[in-house]
Protein backbone atom coordinates (compact mmCIF):
# COMPACT_ATOMS: atom_id res chain seq x y z
CA UNK A 1 0.00 0.00 0.00
CA UNK A 2 1.53 3.47 -0.58
CA UNK A 3 2.09 5.25 1.80
CA UNK A 4 2.87 8.53 0.46
CA UNK A 5 -0.94 9.14 0.17
CA UNK A 6 -2.88 12.17 1.84
CA UNK A 7 -6.42 11.71 2.77
CA UNK A 8 -8.40 15.17 3.27
CA UNK A 9 -11.23 16.62 2.38
CA UNK A 10 -12.22 17.63 -1.06
CA UNK A 11 -11.90 21.20 -1.51
CA UNK A 12 -13.16 23.65 -4.62
CA UNK A 13 -9.54 23.40 -6.12
CA UNK A 14 -10.84 19.71 -6.05
CA UNK A 15 -14.02 19.91 -7.94
CA UNK A 16 -13.08 19.28 -11.79
CA UNK A 17 -11.27 15.97 -10.51
CA UNK A 18 -14.27 14.66 -8.11
CA UNK A 19 -16.44 15.51 -11.68
CA UNK A 20 -14.30 13.35 -14.37
CA UNK A 21 -14.39 10.65 -10.99
CA UNK A 22 -17.82 10.75 -11.36
CA UNK A 23 -18.47 10.89 -15.13
CA UNK A 24 -16.01 7.36 -14.99
CA UNK A 25 -17.59 5.70 -12.38
CA UNK A 26 -21.05 6.13 -13.47
CA UNK A 27 -19.84 4.89 -17.56
CA UNK A 28 -18.19 1.71 -15.58
CA UNK A 29 -20.38 1.05 -13.11
CA UNK A 30 -24.01 1.50 -14.90
CA UNK A 31 -22.78 2.14 -18.74
CA UNK A 32 -24.50 6.07 -17.68
CA UNK A 33 -23.49 9.39 -19.16
CA UNK A 34 -23.43 11.80 -17.08
CA UNK A 35 -24.22 15.53 -18.46
CA UNK A 36 -21.07 17.05 -17.25
CA UNK A 37 -22.59 20.72 -16.65
CA UNK A 38 -25.18 18.99 -14.09
CA UNK A 39 -22.20 16.98 -12.36
CA UNK A 40 -20.08 19.55 -12.11
CA UNK A 41 -22.63 22.10 -10.84
CA UNK A 42 -23.68 18.98 -8.16
CA UNK A 43 -20.39 18.61 -7.14
CA UNK A 44 -19.65 22.50 -6.98
CA UNK A 45 -23.01 22.58 -4.72
CA UNK A 46 -21.52 20.01 -1.85
CA UNK A 47 -18.11 21.41 -1.34
CA UNK A 48 -20.33 25.22 -0.89
CA UNK A 49 -22.59 23.53 1.37
CA UNK A 50 -21.06 21.82 4.04
CA UNK A 51 -24.64 21.03 5.95
CA UNK A 52 -25.38 18.28 2.52
CA UNK A 53 -21.84 16.42 3.20
CA UNK A 54 -17.95 16.09 2.08
CA UNK A 55 -15.99 14.68 -0.07
CA UNK A 56 -13.20 13.38 0.66
CA UNK A 57 -9.83 12.87 -1.28
CA UNK A 58 -6.92 10.53 -1.58
CA UNK A 59 -4.16 12.69 -3.29
CA UNK A 60 -0.53 11.11 -4.32
CA UNK A 61 1.99 13.95 -4.72
CA UNK A 62 -0.06 16.39 -6.65
CA UNK A 63 -2.51 14.35 -8.29
CA UNK A 64 -6.14 13.38 -7.18
CA UNK A 65 -6.38 9.55 -7.11
CA UNK A 66 -9.73 8.92 -5.62
CA UNK A 67 -12.45 9.92 -4.23
CA UNK A 68 -15.66 9.87 -2.44
CA UNK A 69 -18.85 11.61 -1.12
CA UNK A 70 -19.93 11.17 2.84
CA UNK A 71 -23.55 12.73 2.89
CA UNK A 72 -25.94 12.33 6.41
CA UNK A 73 -29.54 10.59 7.10
CA UNK A 74 -31.54 10.90 10.42
CA UNK A 75 -32.68 7.92 11.66
CA UNK A 76 -35.07 8.45 14.55
CA UNK A 77 -35.02 4.24 15.39
CA UNK A 78 -31.23 5.04 16.58
CA UNK A 79 -31.52 9.02 17.33
CA UNK A 80 -28.35 9.60 15.46
CA UNK A 81 -27.28 10.28 11.74
CA UNK A 82 -26.04 7.61 9.40
CA UNK A 83 -23.40 8.57 7.03
CA UNK A 84 -24.09 7.42 2.91
CA UNK A 85 -20.65 6.78 1.34
CA UNK A 86 -21.35 7.48 -2.22
CA UNK A 87 -19.93 8.01 -5.38
CA UNK A 88 -16.26 6.07 -4.81
CA UNK A 89 -13.91 6.22 -7.30
CA UNK A 90 -10.35 5.10 -7.32
CA UNK A 91 -8.17 5.76 -11.15
CA UNK A 92 -7.61 2.31 -12.69
CA UNK A 93 -3.92 2.28 -12.46
CA UNK A 94 -4.25 2.53 -8.38
CA UNK A 95 -6.55 0.15 -7.44
CA UNK A 96 -6.14 -2.84 -5.74
CA UNK A 97 -3.57 -0.95 -3.71
CA UNK A 98 -5.33 -0.06 -0.52
CA UNK A 99 -6.40 3.55 -1.13
CA UNK A 100 -9.96 2.72 -0.65
CA UNK A 101 -9.48 1.25 2.16
CA UNK A 102 -7.47 4.02 3.42
CA UNK A 103 -10.54 6.26 2.72
CA UNK A 104 -12.63 3.74 4.94
CA UNK A 105 -10.61 3.78 7.65
CA UNK A 106 -10.75 7.71 7.37
CA UNK A 107 -14.63 7.72 7.33
CA UNK A 108 -14.89 5.56 10.12
CA UNK A 109 -12.58 7.13 12.79
CA UNK A 110 -14.29 10.41 11.87
CA UNK A 111 -17.53 8.91 12.57
CA UNK A 112 -16.26 7.28 15.88
CA UNK A 113 -15.27 10.47 17.18
CA UNK A 114 -18.51 12.27 16.08
CA UNK A 115 -21.09 11.09 18.88
CA UNK A 116 -23.59 11.94 16.80
CA UNK A 117 -23.04 9.44 14.03
CA UNK A 118 -24.73 5.70 14.59
CA UNK A 119 -23.08 3.88 12.01
CA UNK A 120 -22.11 4.30 7.97
CA UNK A 121 -23.89 2.54 5.03
CA UNK A 122 -23.81 2.39 0.77
CA UNK A 123 -25.32 1.09 -1.75
CA UNK A 124 -23.35 -0.60 -4.61
CA UNK A 125 -24.65 -2.22 -7.84
CA UNK A 126 -25.93 -5.71 -7.59
CA UNK A 127 -23.30 -7.00 -9.97
CA UNK A 128 -20.40 -5.50 -8.67
CA UNK A 129 -19.19 -8.27 -7.15
CA UNK A 130 -15.38 -7.19 -6.33
CA UNK A 131 -16.70 -4.24 -4.52
CA UNK A 132 -19.07 -5.87 -2.54
CA UNK A 133 -16.13 -8.19 -1.50
CA UNK A 134 -13.70 -5.15 -0.42
CA UNK A 135 -17.21 -3.87 1.75
CA UNK A 136 -17.36 -7.68 3.44
CA UNK A 137 -13.68 -7.40 4.04
CA UNK A 138 -13.73 -4.15 5.73
CA UNK A 139 -16.10 -5.24 8.35
CA UNK A 140 -19.69 -3.60 6.59
CA UNK A 141 -22.20 -6.64 5.93
CA UNK A 142 -25.15 -6.51 3.41
CA UNK A 143 -28.82 -5.45 4.80
CA UNK A 144 -32.28 -6.65 4.37
CA UNK A 145 -33.30 -3.63 2.35
CA UNK A 146 -34.31 -3.00 -1.40
CA UNK A 147 -33.47 0.77 -2.99
CA UNK A 148 -36.26 2.39 -4.52
CA UNK A 149 -36.16 6.29 -5.96
CA UNK A 150 -38.43 8.10 -8.24
CA UNK A 151 -37.00 11.53 -9.47
CA UNK A 152 -39.66 14.11 -10.15
CA UNK A 153 -40.44 14.87 -13.56
CA UNK A 154 -37.84 17.14 -15.44
CA UNK A 155 -34.70 16.38 -13.50
CA UNK A 156 -32.44 15.35 -16.36
CA UNK A 157 -28.03 13.97 -15.07
CA UNK A 158 -27.40 11.33 -18.16
CA UNK A 159 -27.51 11.14 -21.38
Known sequence: MPQDILIRRGEVRDADAIA??????????????????????????????TSLGYYLVAEAGDRIVASLLVTTEWSDWRNGVFWWIQSVYVRPEWRRKGIYSRL???????????????????????????????????????????MYEELKPGIRYCR
Open 20 to 49: AFNIAMARETEGKELLPEVIAAGVRGLIGN
Open 104 to 146: YEFVKAAAAADAAVCGFRLYVEKENRGAQKTYYFLGMRETEYL
